[in-house]
């Protein structure tokens, strides 16, 4: 069965560093989101991407954040530079349609500890 | 924007009782209303979901109701097993953007034996 996969698993770094973490969606997706989870809380939705262009973000997504679809498989979110409230789960999703006809699918998730 | 509350924030229950989780939401558009089960360490899981223009759908054990009018739908576990148990969240697609989940602060299930 296809699945969206994630790479790392868990990432560690100095605050103030950038991060990149890897997805990549099922293949014939073509909606694509990133989320986050701090530990014991909600999933929280990040970003939405469709078409090589941001469809949505939320207050979280400052300029901080920024995805990519560098190529025809990847999916990237970057963080430039980390702060300690960053560390969280970041789950990949993606989707075949949009709205109502578009199951999201997730990822294992990024466990990123900023120390 | 929606807002999605969820209740119980856990839930324990004997092996083949059932177990209820209930959700409101905010958005009388919204349309779309997945379930999904994370177990630890892992990332949710889709279990089952509803489109507004049905009032119930079952999958085997699973079964959601919307009751769009009071704007809430629930989860209903029939004879749950030790290996349902997992933190359960639902969740409503944003209808602006139909494509935005706004989840539930979600539910720990522990299925006792």
């Known amino acids: 069965e296809p699945e969206v996969t994630q790479t790392p698993s868990h990432q560690v770094t100095q605050m103030g560093q950038e991060v990149i973490l890897r997805c990549v969606p099922i293949s014939n997706h073509l909606y694509f989101y990133w989320y986050r989870q701090i530990l014991g809380q909600k999933v929280e939705f990040l970003v939405s991407?469709?078409?090589?262009?941001?469809?949505?973000k939320s207050e979280i997504f400052d300029d901080q954040f920024s995805v990519e679809r560098p190529d025809g498989s990847n999916f990237t979110l970057k963080i430039r530079s980390t702060k300690l409230e960053d560390s969280a789960m970041y789950f990949c999703?993606?989707?075949?349609?949009?709205?109502?006809?578009?199951?999201?699918?997730f990822g294992p998730g990024t466990r990123l500890t900023v120390l | 924007g929606e807002n999605v509350e969820q209740h119980p924030s856990t839930l324990s229950v004997q092996e083949g009782d059932s177990a209820v989780i209930k959700c409101t939401y905010s958005?009388?558009?919204?349309?779309?209303f997945p379930w999904y089960k994370q177990e630890l360490g892992k990332g949710p899981q889709l279990i089952i979901d509803i489109r507004s223009n049905v009032g119930e759908k079952k999958d085997q054990r699973i079964a959601v109701t919307l009751n769009k009018t009071a704007k809430h739908f629930s989860l209903h576990i029939t004879e749950t097993q030790p290996e349902d148990s997992a933190v359960y969240f639902c969740a409503a697609i944003d209808t602006g953007t139909a494509s935005k989940l706004t989840f539930g602060t979600g539910t720990r299930l522990q299925v006792t034996l």
């Open positions: 958005d009388s558009a919204s349309n779309y």
């Open positions: 991407f469709y078409n090589n262009e941001i469809s949505e």
């Open positions: 999703a993606s989707s075949e349609n949009r709205g109502a006809g578009g199951e999201q699918f």
